[in-house]
T-cell receptor, first 114, second 108 residues
Framework: ETGVTQTPRHLVMGMTNKKSLKCEQH?????MYWYKQSAKKPLELMFV???????ENNSVPSRFSPECPNSSHLFLHLHTLQPEDSALYLC?????????????FGPGTRLTVL | LAKTTQPISMDSYEGQEVNITCSHN???????ITWYQQFPSQGPRFIIQ???TKVTNEVASLFIPADRKSSTLSLPRVSLSDTAVYYC?????????FGAGTRLTVKP
């Protein structure tokens, strides 16, 4: 049990749908992250939040919209996605964004865009 | 950000020691070296982190030479459950960039 949960675990959506991914951490951490892992590609950092404030956006398309209402919850709102957005979306958290802070990952949401 | 290079895959047998070497020729003064393990359909899991010389924990050891241009993750007496992808990262903040990793297969 990593202390980071993600829902749903699997999601299939059409290109015109709107859906949201949810991440919750029970570790008392201040920083949270969204990563994307596509088949045959390295894990890609998408967004970083520290104390609910977004500190990094790695040129992610606007069809991905993150939301961090508090330090324990992180959402990724999805709309008008493309088939190439199909991937495993991983959430992680760490105590803060310092260099020596271990990141704890959730189990991921397997997203398929039809 | 410093780029890392590691073997794409490695095979080993149960009970053997496995050493995975990562090259990071452009590592900067403030960079740390971190290793993660990932099983299929799961998120990565932190294994070990170091800055220089040697670090050891209950899972692995990390050897870093004086020039810090490479590092070696050492897994003692691997078992079948150690079959996974192992990622070497160099990070100067928490903006971690994962490479392709090394796919380790442990055989009986």
């Amino acid at each position: 049990e990593t202390g980071v949960t993600q829902t749903p675990r699997h999601l299939v959506m059409g290109m015109t749908n709107k859906k949201s991914l949810k991440c919750e951490q029970h570790l008392g951490h201040n920083a949270m992250y969204w990563y994307k892992q596509s088949a045959k590609k390295p894990l890609e950092l998408m967004f970083v939040y520290n104390f609910k404030e977004q500190t990094e956006n790695n040129s992610v398309p606007s069809r991905f919209s993150p939301e961090c209402p508090n330090s324990s919850h992180l959402f990724l709102h999805l709309h008008t996605l493309q088939p190439e957005d199909s991937a495993l979306y991983l959430c992680a958290s760490s105590q803060d964004t310092g260099v020596d802070n271990e990141q704890f990952f959730g189990p991921g949401t397997r997203l398929t865009v039809l | 950000l410093a780029k890392t290079t590691q073997p794409i895959s490695m095979d080993s047998y149960e009970g053997q020691e496995v050493n995975i070497t990562c090259s990071h020729n452009n590592i900067a003064t403030n960079d740390y070296i971190t290793w993660y393990q990932q099983f299929p359909s799961q998120g990565p899991r932190f294994i070990i982190q170091g800055y220089k010389t040697k670090v050891t924990n209950e899972v692995a050891s990390l050897f870093i030479p004086a020039d810090r241009k490479s590092s070696t993750l050492s897994l003692p007496r691997v078992s079948l459950s150690d079959t996974a992808v192992y990622y070497c990262l160099v990070n100067d903040n928490n903006d971690m960039r994962f490479g392709a990793g090394t796919r380790l297969t442990v055989k009986p």
